[in-house]
């Protein structure tokens, strides 16, 4: 019988000399592997400066990086980076505080009454963020936060670039001029996109599926496609690629969703198949759509209590 390793195929290269070298990896076994060679690293271990230009180019117009102040999403930055402990500990601590049962109720009255993606998302970014600026997050914000770049492919469209741009800076701002003093405003700014682009999707996946465990649910269903990391030494993983990883130059990206699907292993919904730097949203995430599911059940088998729409 073959093993997992030698009946899964290997990664996929897209290398152009000179214009760009990126490698596909989506089988669970080898995107572990490369996790943990020690030859791969969060992109922002190099100066933005240094990173491929169309890294650069694209991640500009997405809620990940801020181009103007030079700011990258903490899962960007190395664990040896001096800010990485502090604000990964801020979030967590924020997270932490949790969620009442009236956000549940009123997420599952939203979800009952069929309600437009614009009400959801409004009203998810405040379940999540109303905490960070200690007031509720304005429509003008949340609708536009919809709007930063998801797919490279994107990046090649002129006017879907120039909204993703115009978005990540209308959020910056408003995070600028209204979070606390010291708070990093990419990494709470990032989180209203979060729930904008990934979470309301996921309330609806949720359901679709009432009758299913929550985690089988979000490892059918990962939110997230993928993760990225840059090559920091020369390497071909044991053999995995034809030619070694250019440091500094060659983008691996980690297709983890697809993993998670294969695997039915949460780890790879909020990280890359481990513990190991999981998302701070992990917990959160799947206790209030725990909550929202016995809600939601509820309400439709009639139990008295239950939210009534209308
Ligand atoms: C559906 C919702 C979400 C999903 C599926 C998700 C998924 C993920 C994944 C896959 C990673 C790993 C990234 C990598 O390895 O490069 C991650 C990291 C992280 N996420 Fe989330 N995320 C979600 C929402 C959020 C929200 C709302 C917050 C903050 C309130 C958050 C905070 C973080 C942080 C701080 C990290 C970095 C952890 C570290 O590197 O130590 N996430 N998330």
Not at 174 to 185: M, R, S
Not at 286 to 309: R, T, V, Y
Request: with cysteine; net charge negative.
């Amino acid at each position: 019988m073959l093993n997992s390793t030698e009946s899964s195929s290997k990664p996929n290269r897209i290398k152009i000399p000179f214009l760009l070298d990126i490698v596909i990896v989506s089988e669970p076994e080898q995107i572990r592997k490369i996790e943990t060679s020690g030859d791969v690293e969060r992109l922002h271990s190099y100066e933005t400066s240094s990173l491929p230009w169309w890294v650069k180019f694209y991640f500009s117009a997405t809620k990940f990086h801020d181009a103007d102040r030079d700011l990258w999403f903490c899962p960007f930055e190395p664990t040896s980076n001096p800010t990485y402990e502090p604000r990964r500990a801020y979030l967590q601590q924020q997270v932490d505080i949790g969620y009442g049962e009236e956000d549940v109720k009123k997420i599952a009255s939203l979800l009952k009454e069929d309600a437009d993606e614009e009400v959801l998302a409004q009203e998810m970014v405040q379940v999540v963020n109303r905490r960070f600026f200690g007031k509720e997050i304005p429509p003008s914000i949340t609708q536009t936060a919809k709007n930063t770049l998801q797919k490279l492919s994107e990046a090649l469209v002129p006017w879907k670039y120039t909204q993703g741009k115009k978005s990540q800076k209308q959020i910056m701002d408003y995070c600028a001029q209204n979070l606390p003093e010291g708070v990093h405003i990419l990494d709470v700014g990032h989180n209203i996109g979060e729930v904008v682009q990934a979470t309301v999707g996921a309330l609806k996946t949720l359901k679709n599926h009432l009758e299913k465990p929550v985690e089988e649910i979000f490892t059918s269903n990962a939110p997230t496609p993928q993760v990225i990391r840059i090559a920091v030494n020369s390497s071909d993983f044991d053999g995995l690629l034809s030619s070694p990883t250019s440091p500094g130059k060659t983008v691996i990206i980690l297709k983890i969703a697809e993993a998670a699907a294969k695997t039915n292993d949460i780890s790879f919904t909020f990280s890359t198949g481990s513990e190991e730097r999981a998302c701070v949203f992990q917990e959160f995430f799947l206790q209030f759509m725990n909550d929202l599911q016995g809600e939601l059940k509820k309400a439709e088998s009639g139990e008295p209590g239950h939210i009534k729409s209308g």
